[in-house]
Every structure is written in C-alpha cells, then in structure tokens.
C-alpha cells in the first residue's frame, strides 16, 4: 500500500518562499498524477495544483503564477510556492486521487 509524506512546511513572511515536497513509499512502480490541496483554519479543503504523468499541470485560480508544481522522478512531487500571501496559510496535502493522502504539513505566512 502506498503512502505519500509531505515536507518543507513553515513559517515566512509575506512575499517569501518555500518547497513543498511530497514523497511516495516503495509499494508503487510510478505515480500517475498528483494534486496539492490545503485547509486553512475554518475553511474547507480545496484545490491547489495538479500534475499529471505527461507533465501537464493545472492551477487554482488563486495560485496561477505564484505557485509551480513538479516532478523528479516517478515518486517525488514538488510544490514551489513564491510570494507568499497571508491568505496562503493552510495545511497543505498531497494526493493521488482517489487512493491517498499525506498527513499534511503546515504553512504559515506572517503579515
């Protein structure tokens, strides 16, 4: 059975950046796709970023141009998130849909 962990979360000020990582346990040749969510405190879960197995990547709204998602290898996804905004603290989570997901790791950005 496959798990995804995730790392790279932390506290910076606004306009700063961070590397989330998202990394899949032996147990699976390759991942197909991967999508980011994050929840912050009082919200629900939503979309971030997607990228699927050809490379093709697709954004929420409210990351477009800030926040890149990436691939180095079959098993090691990443999300580069710059000039962050307050707006941007969440527990950010990996998944492959319809399988699993991360623990999360948390971001928080500072005014």
């Known amino acids: 059975q496959v798990q995804l962990v995730e790392s790279g979360g932390g506290l910076v000020q606004a306009g700063g950046s961070l590397r989330l990582s998202c990394v899949a346990s032996?147990?699976?040749?390759?991942?197909?796709?991967l999508d980011w969510y994050r929840q912050a405190p009082g919200k629900q879960r939503e979309f971030v970023a997607t990228i699927t197995s050809s490379g093709s990547t697709n954004y929420a709204d409210s990351v477009k141009g800030r926040f890149t998602i990436s691939r180095d290898g079959a098993k090691n996804i990443y999300l580069q998130m710059n000039s962050l905004k307050p707006e941007d603290t969440a527990v950010y989570y990996c998944?492959?849909?319809?399988?699993?997901w991360g623990q999360g790791t948390q971001v928080t950005v500072s005014s």
């Open positions: 998944t492959i849909p319809g399988l699993v």
């Open positions: 032996s147990g699976i040749f390759s991942i197909g796709g």
